[in-house]
């Protein structure tokens, strides 16, 4: 009887304990002129709720508090906005009182030069140099052959065989962006580094809690490991003295341009556009793969368009530019792909200095997560949101309205957007033209906080008999 009193009565103290402590964090957030909403734990904050829950608890909240509401997530308190005009002025006037405000653990793994992170004429400085990697005249010339090149070798002997879709898509953007980086190969160098960025894209998402067993820890650790395999590489290289045609070669030479960066800038940049390709392109081709296969028609068209290309060259011609300027449809599949799926959620921002939006006062310091998912689903703008409907992009006055967000807005509007279109048109090209696929079932996929398949997504893959030779 007695050891049943103690019992209950550690219980009781328990619920008072987190109940005051809930109540305290509350009183301690407490301030005239913010918007509703609740902070949860100290230090944590509701980052397991927002991280478990995603989109439902974005929803719950907004039900209960309005479309603007205060939370504590990834350790900082945080202001939610799901308001379309709120957010587009908030993605189109950085500067006045705002700059990025991404989580202390992406801004230790990323590097502290990193294009998201820096604002003002650091980033004007670094965009250019970004912008000046990727452009429309570099894509056609020198980017899309290596493109071509390497898609052609990495979806060879895929047939007669069950493949994991998501782990040869993840695969594909990272050996790509590797080769058109820094010209590295599929090969030791790779395979060394396949795993360590695989653990620092697992880091960036976490709290900042540098433990052993974290994936904080393990994505901090990964990006030194990373950071030496860089620096090596820049050392034989200026031990070389030769200039590689890449994009490595192009910020080691920036004398040679108007965008001349230290050696700690360069390796933040690699890291950087490794990083943004690699989420975007890997998770938009899979996802592409299986929207096409639960909508025939739309494979229907995409495979038309392929193959018109495909009847005006030789086997081993490469894909060109003009062949990719024909590919209006294959860009409505990749567009319709990341509206529906949802690859980036939102963008987040910081308060330089106490401000007030929409009547609210945000204070100074404070995060405001800019939570564009829900304008994807909007049936004021996407009619039949929930429908796979690539056609809707045909109309090109959708990609300028003022909702469009799936790039990101205003001056972060992503720098790497058309290199990314080009490469996943590039293996969508070959992957339709060769190949033929049915989904082995029974798999599930997560969407938030990153849109992927915790066990694969494995298909059972077949030569396309109309053409095999692509």
């Keep these: 009887m007695a050891v049943f009193i103690v019992v209950i009565g550690v219980i009781l103290g328990l619920c008072l304990f987190s109940t005051a402590l809930l109540r305290w964090n509350e009183v301690r957030y407490r301030k005239k002129g913010l918007p509703p909403g609740t902070m949860g734990w100290p230090v944590f904050g509701e980052t397991t709720e927002f991280l478990k829950q995603g989109p439902s608890f974005m929803k719950n909240q907004r039900?209960?508090?309005?479309?603007?509401?205060?939370?504590h997530i990834l350790g900082c308190p945080t202001i939610v906005s799901m308001d379309p005009e709120l957010n587009r002025y908030i993605l189109m006037n950085e500067g006045k009182g705002l700059v990025p405000g991404y989580p202390q653990s992406m801004l230790d793994i990323l590097g502290k030069c990193n294009i998201a992170a820096v604002h003002g004429s650091t980033h004007k400085h670094m965009r250019g140099a970004l912008l000046s990697l990727v452009s429309p005249a570099i894509i056609r010339e020198q980017l899309l052959p290596k493109i071509d090149h390497f898609m052609r070798f990495h979806l060879t002997n895929w047939d007669s065989k069950v493949i994991d879709i998501q782990e040869k898509t993840k695969e594909m953007a990272l050996l790509s962006s590797l080769k058109q980086i820094a010209g590295i190969e599929s090969g030791p160098m790779s395979q060394e580094f396949m795993p360590e960025f695989f653990k620092l894209v697992l880091g960036t998402l976490s709290l900042p809690i540098n433990l052993p067993s974290t994936n904080y820890h393990r994505g901090f650790q990964a990006r030194k490991n990373i950071t030496s395999m860089l620096r090596q590489l820049i050392a034989e290289r200026r031990a070389s003295q030769e200039t590689q045609q890449d994009m490595l070669g192009f910020l080691m030479n920036g004398e040679e341009s108007r965008y001349k960066l230290s050696d700690e800038e360069i390796i933040d940049q690699i890291i950087t556009i490794l990083y943004s390709g690699y989420e975007t392109v890997s998770t938009t081709s899979m996802m592409a793969v299986k929207y096409l296969h639960d909508h025939p028609s739309v494979l229907e068209e995409l495979r038309k368009e392929h193959m018109a290309i495909r009847r005006t060259k030789k086997p081993e011609d490469p894909i060109n530019w003009n062949d990719y300027k024909a590919m209006r449809f294959t860009r409505a599949v990749i567009f319709e792909t990341s509206r529906l799926a949802t690859i980036v959620n939102g963008v987040l921002r910081k308060t330089t200095q106490e401000m007030e939006l929409n009547g609210l006062v945000i204070p100074e310091g404070w995060r405001i997560?800019?939570?564009?998912?829900?304008?994807?689903?909007?049936?004021?703008?996407?009619?039949?949101?929930?429908?796979?409907?690539?056609?809707?992009?045909?109309?090109?006055?959708?990609?300028?309205?003022?909702?469009?967000?799936?790039?990101?807005?205003?001056?972060?509007?992503?720098p790497g957007k058309e290199l990314g279109i080009a490469e996943i048109s590039t293996f969508l090209h070959y992957f339709v033209t060769r190949y033929r696929w049915d989904e082995v079932g029974g798999e599930k996929l997560m969407k938030f906080p990153r849109v992927e398949a915790p066990d694969g997504l494995h298909i059972r893959v077949s030569t396309n008999k109309i053409n095999s030779c692509a």
């Design 63 to 71: 039900a209960r508090y309005g479309s603007v509401f205060k939370s």
């Design 369 to 414: 997560y800019v939570y564009t998912r829900e304008i994807n689903y909007d049936p004021c703008v996407y009619p039949e949101p929930l429908t796979f409907n690539p056609w809707r992009w045909l109309d090109k006055s959708m990609e300028t309205q003022n909702y469009f967000f799936i790039f990101g807005g205003g001056t972060r509007q992503c």
